[in-house]
């Protein structure tokens, strides 16, 4: 199913990326960060090809686009990804400065921004993005549905 409005651009690639993702063999999540529009940096899963347990989408993502501005602080940066980050990447988002996170799918399973712990929400997290979800969802969900159907 498409979304009947039209994705912006970086939400788009993002889901470009998902499907790269999957037909390597990864889950099918995809990541861009952006800044003042522009992307800065991409990333798909890649822990069965690096054999990294950190290398989720929005981790390398964000690695990219530290190393395109030269800077760790990803202050002023917009992260776009299918799905919602977990704990991991719900801390990096926050230690990075992301000052808006958008992603597809909420996951009940292993979400961590609006789902199980809410890391952004507590009293330690130093750092809160705004949060925006839903957005491609039809189409990040039918990517994970049929990737995980295939292997069943």
Avoid at 11 to 28: F, H, K, Q, T
Avoid at 84 to 109: F, N, Q, T, W
Wanted: proline share 7%; hydrophobic share 45%; net charge neutral.
């Amino acid at each position: 199913m498409v979304s009947p409005f039209p994705l912006p651009d970086p939400m788009r690639r993002a889901l470009d990326l998902a499907r790269l993702a999957g037909e390597s063999g990864e889950v099918p999540i995809g990541a861009v960060v952006t800044r003042d529009g522009a992307i800065v940096g991409e990333g798909q899963n890649r822990n069965r090809r690096d054999l990294d347990p950190t290398a989720h989408a929005e981790i390398v993502a964000m690695r990219a686009a530290a190393a395109h501005l030269g800077d760790f602080r990803l202050t002023g940066c917009d992260l776009w990804v299918t799905l919602e980050p977990c704990a991991m990447c719900a801390g990096a988002i926050s230690h990075a400065r992301i000052a808006r996170l958008y992603y597809a799918v909420a996951d009940p399973k292993g979400g961590a921004v609006e789902q199980g712990p809410r890391l952004f929400t507590q009293s330690q997290c130093l750092h809160r993005p705004e949060v925006y979800g839903g957005l491609a969802e039809a189409e990040a969900s039918a990517l994970l549905r049929d990737f995980f159907a295939a292997r069943r």
